[in-house]
């Protein structure tokens, strides 16, 4: 029954949905007249209200788009491959739950963080969780990419939801409704806001979680230093995808398109990257160029390269021999160049879409002026852009790329195209704008790493070497690699004086570290030991934030060296159960900030050098690690080889003056 529920979404009819619908609505209406709360709140009208809230809604999700059909809708029901979540790594012990998110997970008033990294199909698993509330539920599900709130607040936000067309919900009813605990509210995209707008929507989410009573928030972003906190809130990330799921994906693909790529691709699954279908839109991406050239990509950057290639060249994989003419008169090479300007305007202009029509014509004509390609007019390019080469999408009024790691790749192309990409990339990468520029720059490290490593590993060699006199102890390369990369508090607290859950492995009532009174902090990670002093029991916790600056593997392994004895970390721990040196050391019940005159006093203690082993353990600080097809050990600073690295840049340098110095 429930397969032919989600099924039966992804049918335009109206009819077919109200008629599915119809049974949610009159629970609805009958849950209202329980709660009408002395005559405040109408029956029949609100059933009609969210009758069609809930109609528009699911319409909403019921289709997606992807990289291998880029001029198609998908239907959701036909396309998703069912993702695992699990709980991140909070316990010293490595417990990593899995847990789905449904209607009996999500109970009223928890709220869930899903942060993982671009194409691991957040935005498609978003429309598949409020399938699930909208049909298997009693709550309303509120679906809102965050990215088209612009400077609306969340309430409002979630209030505009529920309008009509030329009627408003009233916000006193919304507000009863809310008291109610009748809503789950899934925030999709808090990376896509802008920088700018993203610290008063933390702050508006984290208000709604603290007053929101039993209403439930699910947020997903990337990773980023700024986050929203949630109350009451467990972190989760996506699992990677198993050659079984990636299989089961690319074959939904050629079911959709009665063709045989996925299957004709994965009979060479013995050639296939592992980390190449780890991730939903890997597949998509992996499926496409095998189905333009039956080759596969040996770089990520290829991929996209390959993409390009096909929808300019007009290879539609449901169309065999068909290609569009092209509006815009612009040839492979001037088309390329005016989509890398576009891509880098828009990332400096901090957008992920254009609001309207209008807005990316705006935005053609100004680059035009500035870039040698030159169409015919910029509705014909932007024309183009959306048939042609299909790069972008219309939604509603809304224009935007197929995926924003489209925008994010062209964006590193024009990077390495610059006449001064050098001075271009050291301009961002020390800018207030450098994190959104993350992904652009893992890009620019896959299409011309000597470009990455003159610039941004050039900066953390010379960090290193410009801090550090001399090569330091362990205990000191620890702690400075560790100050490098996050921010980390260490604290020690009586357990009775906390809420532990420890049969679901997920949660402890412990404050939030603070810089100041001001500035709250986002804790990526928390890890707990349990101990005891003088008999009474205890906890160390260890809080770890998102990474300070972005820094990829190649980066890592060029400024530091594996640690020796990481190995024996664990069992040091495990064996640490007298919690009474670290409370002599950090006092009770508040956490300090690693950099604080009474750790750097005792680097040197044996309780501290194992935290902080531990802390480079942690996924707080690999969190730009995770996609290695093979496992990082711990690593430390070295400014021993920092130098050297330098020393390579330098000599580099100098080989390519001397053979200028050939050319009279």
């Known amino acids: 029954m429930e397969d032919e529920l989600v099924k039966m979404i992804s049918k335009p009819a109206a009819s077919v949905i109200d008629a599915v619908l119809s049974a949610k609505i009159e629970r609805i209406r009958a849950w209202s007249k329980e709660k009408d709360l002395n005559g405040q709140l109408d029956p029949d009208k609100l059933s009609r209200v969210f009758n069609d809230y809930l109609v528009r809604t699911a319409n909403k999700v019921a289709y997606v788009t992807s990289i291998a059909f880029p001029q198609s809708k998908l239907s959701l029901s036909d396309v998703y491959e069912p993702l695992l979540l699990c709980v991140g790594n909070d316990y010293f012990d490595d417990a990593s739950d899995e847990i789905i998110l449904n209607d009996s997970s999500v109970e009223c008033g928890l709220n869930f963080l899903i942060i993982d990294h671009a194409g691991m199909g957040k935005t498609t698993y978003s429309k598949h969780l409020v399938s699930e509330f909208l049909f298997k539920s009693e709550r309303i599900p509120i679906f809102i990419e965050l990215r088209v709130l612009q400077d609306t607040d969340l309430v409002d936000g979630i209030a505009n939801e529920l309008d009509g067309i030329g009627s408003n919900f009233s916000r006193d009813l919304l507000f009863k409704l809310i008291n109610l605990g009748k809503f789950v509210i899934i925030l999709d995209g808090f990376d896509e806001v802008s920088v700018d707008r993203q610290g008063k929507l933390a702050s508006e989410i984290y208000e709604f979680s603290v007053k929101g009573g039993k209403n439930s928030v699910v947020v997903t972003s990337r990773p980023q230093e700024k986050l929203p906190q949630l109350i009451n809130s467990t972190k989760l990330s996506f699992k990677p995808l198993t050659v079984e799921k990636a299989k089961s994906l690319a074959l939904r693909y050629d079911k959709f398109a009665s063709i045989d790529v996925g299957e004709r691709l994965f009979e060479t699954v013995d050639k296939l990257p592992e980390n190449f279908i780890e991730t939903p839109l890997l597949v998509s991406l992996l499926y496409r160029t095998f189905g333009f050239n039956g080759a596969i990509a040996s770089r990520l950057s290829t991929f996209y390269a390959e993409v390009y290639d096909a929808l300019y060249k007009g290879h539609d994989l449901t169309k065999s021999g068909f290609a569009r003419e092209k509006l815009s008169g612009l040839d492979f090479e001037d088309f390329r160049k005016l989509v890398r300007a576009m891509s880098f305007f828009m990332m400096v202009k901090k957008l992920t879409s254009f609001k309207s029509w ?307």
Not at 506 to 513: E, F, G, K, N, Y
């Open 358 to 664: 209008s807005d990316a014509i705006d935005c053609i004509d100004q680059l035009i002026k500035l870039v040698p390609a030159k169409p015919t007019t910029s509705a014909n390019f932007l024309n183009d852009l959306l048939v042609s080469v299909p790069l972008m999408v219309k939604e509603g009024r809304e224009l935007k790329f197929l995926h924003k790691t489209i925008l994010e790749y062209f964006s590193a192309e024009y990077l390495v195209y610059s006449d001064k990409s050098s001075d271009l990339v050291n301009k961002i990468f020390n800018s207030s704008a450098s994190e959104s520029f993350n992904k652009t720059f893992e890009f620019l490290n896959d299409i011309n790493s000597s470009l990455y490593d003159k610039t941004i590993t050039k900066y953390y060699a010379q960090w290193v070497c410009d801090k550090y006199v001399d090569q330091g102890t362990t205990a000191e390369n620890m702690f400075n690699s560790i100050m490098l990369l996050s921010d980390v508090f260490v604290g020690v607290w009586k357990f009775d004086d906390y809420k532990i859950d420890n049969d679901k492995h997920s949660q402890c009532d412990l404050p939030s570290p603070e810089f100041d009174s001001d500035s709250q902090l986002y804790i990526n990670t928390q890890r707990y030991r349990y101990g005891d002093i003088d008999g009474v029991k205890y906890i160390f916790s260890i809080a770890l934030s998102i990474l300070k600056k972005n820094i990829l593997i190649p980066t890592w392994l060029d400024i530091s060296i594996e640690l020796d004895d990481a190995s024996n970390v664990e069992k040091k721990i495990e064996e640490k159960l007298d919690l009474s040196d670290a409370a002599n050391i950090l006092g009770k019940n508040k956490w300090v900030f690693i950099d604080s005159p009474v750790i750097k006093a005792n680097l040197e203690n044996d309780f501290i050098v194992e935290a902080m082993s531990f802390a480079l353990l942690s996924k707080g600080l690999d969190i730009s690690l995770q996609f290695s097809s093979k496992e990082i050990p711990v690593r430390v600073l070295s400014k021993d080889k920092c130098q050297r690295f330098l020393k390579n840049i330098e000599d580099e340098d100098s080989r390519i003056m001397e053979i200028e110095s050939l050319i009279k």
